[in-house]
Structure formats: structure tokens, C-alpha cells
Nanobody
Framework: QVQLVESGGGSVQTGGSLKLTCAVS??????????VGWYRQPAGEAREFVAR???????????VYENSVKGRFTISRDNDRGTVYLQMERLVPEDTGLYSC?????????WGRGTQVTVSS
């Protein structure tokens, strides 16, 4: 059974930093082949893309970011640990939301329940 558990959310002031972690279990040796990423959902709004890293064996993919987080957020993965990270810098109130990670392989996606990030002005 594939499970994703996010952690690292919290409340910070504008300009602060947080590092989110997504621990993935249940896919073991296949993890490097999975695409991984983060979405966020502000209260009362639709879920929106934040960042992703494509999977694959034998090459390093380039990260893709939503425009508003470019230069502030960094997505990374540890294939040995089956973990995905999102380092967030210079946070602003518009970054507030429930951050969820996902993994995807051959058209099938799995999601975590999310971790709340709240940025106050």
C-alpha cells in the first residue's frame, strides 16, 4: 500500500522559511521512477500546482515551478530514503494553504493528506 505523509508545515511571518518533507512508503525500489511534486490549496479555493520533479533512472530531471514560487522554493528528492522535500524561502501571505505531495507513475497518482502552511503579514 502506497502511503505519503507530509510534515514541516507551520505558521511563520512574511519573509520566513519552512521546509516540508514528504515520506513515501510502499513503492520501495520503484521510487526513483516516480514523478514527484507538490500542490497547495488555499482555504476555499482550488488546488494549485507548486513544483514537480520527474522521475527516471540514469538521469537527473530539471524541476518545474509555478511562476510565483520560482526563485523562492526548491523541490528535491532523496531516492535512497523515498523522500521529497520542498524548501520554501521568503514566504508571503499568498503562500498560505494546505500543501500536499504526490507521486505518479504510468498515469497513476498517490497523494498525502497535506500539511498546513500559514504565513502572516
Amino acid at each position: 500500500q502506497v502511503q505519503l505523509v507530509e510534515s514541516g508545515g507551520g505558521s511563520v511571518q512574511t519573509g520566513g522559511s519552512l521546509k516540508l518533507t514528504c515520506a513515501v512508503s510502499g513503492i520501495a525500489d520503484l521510487f526513483p521512477s516516480f514523478d514527484v511534486g507538490w500542490y497547495r490549496q488555499p482555504a476555499g479555493e482550488a488546488r494549485e500546482f507548486v513544483a514537480r520533479l520527474d522521475g527516471g533512472v540514469g538521469f537527473v530531471s530539471s524541476p518545474v515551478y509555478e511562476n510565483s514560487v520560482k526563485g523562492r522554493f526548491t523541490i528535491s528528492r532523496d531516492n535512497d530514503r523515498g523522500t521529497v522535500y520542498l524548501q520554501m524561502e521568503r514566504l508571503v501571505p499568498e503562500d498560505t494553504g494546505l500543501y500536499s505531495c504526490y507521486v505518479r507513475y504510468i498515469g497513476r497518482s498517490y497523494w498525502g493528506r497535506g500539511t498546513q502552511v500559514t504565513v502572516s503579514s
